[in-house]
């Protein structure tokens, strides 16, 4: 099984529409990250959390929003869905020092 | 705010043949690097770090060497493989308290 499960793995919405992506693992680390990729951009952190009870805006939270349910699940969420959100989603988890991060498989993002 | 950048987008290198892919960081804070490799369809995967306190790191056909004076950081393989093919990241972190941040990445091309 993987360390870092992402669900859904691609996603087709529309203008407008709420949509939350969910990301669970099993490493047993209290640091998740959510992370967006678009090409020549590499990877934008979007928001993270070092334990259940922090949330940290990242570098792009604007239209963003997460939550964080569980010390293993991560949520992300576009509250409403705009097309130059369309992009490759990563979520990751790092050691309590923050170091390695392991990343999951991504979930690809369009919206319409 | 401070970045991670890369020199080239695009490497192409015969198989067989040595690579190498620069990084420029700008925050001389900084004290732990990590190389990821990430391959088509896939995350981000953890190549070979190393602490501010080092120059070079050898793992298996990869080298990493950290230059603080022009704060340049560089990936080396050796003997290529078609399976090297995919966009090398550098990301650098700042502090325990703080997310890595990831340089743009470089696309390594392998050619039989």
């Known amino acids: 099984d993987a360390d870092v499960t992402q669900t859904p793995r691609n996603r087709i919405t529309k203008t407008g529409k709420r949509i939350m992506l969910e990301c669970s693992q099993t490493?047993?680390?209290?640091?998740m990250y959510w992370y967006r990729q678009d090409p020549g951009l590499g990877l934008r952190l979007i928001y993270y959390?070092?334990?259940?009870?922090?949330?940290n805006k990242g570098e792009i939270s604007d239209g963003y929003s997460v939550s964080r349910q569980a010390q293993a699940k991560f949520s992300l969420s576009l509250e409403s869905a705009i097309p130059n959100q369309t992009a490759l989603y990563f979520c990751?988890?790092?050691?309590?020092?923050?170091?390695?991060?392991?990343f999951g498989q991504g979930t690809r993002l369009t919206v319409v | 705010g401070e970045s991670v950048g890369l020199h080239l987008p695009t490497l192409s290198v015969q198989e067989g043949d040595n690579s190498i892919i620069n990084c420029a960081y700008s925050?001389?804070?900084?004290?732990?690097f990590i190389w990821y490799k990430q391959e088509s369809g896939k995350g981000p995967q953890f190549i070979i770090d190393?602490?501010?306190?080092?120059d070079k790191r050898q793992g298996q056909r990869v080298t990493v060497l950290l230059n603080k004076t022009v704060k340049h950081l560089s990936l080396q393989i050796a003997a290529t493989q078609p399976g090297d093919s995919a966009v090398y990241f550098c990301?650098?972190?700042?502090?325990?308290?703080?997310?890595?941040?990831f340089g743009k990445g470089t696309r390594l091309s392998v050619i039989a």
């Open positions: 490493k047993g680390h209290d640091r």
């Open positions: 959390s070092f334990d259940v009870k922090d949330i």
């Open positions: 925050n001389s804070a900084s004290d732990y």
């Open positions: 190393i602490r501010s306190n080092m």
């Open positions: 990301a650098e972190n700042l502090s325990g308290n703080t997310p890595l941040v």
């Open positions: 990751a988890t790092s050691d309590p020092l923050g170091t390695e991060a392991f």
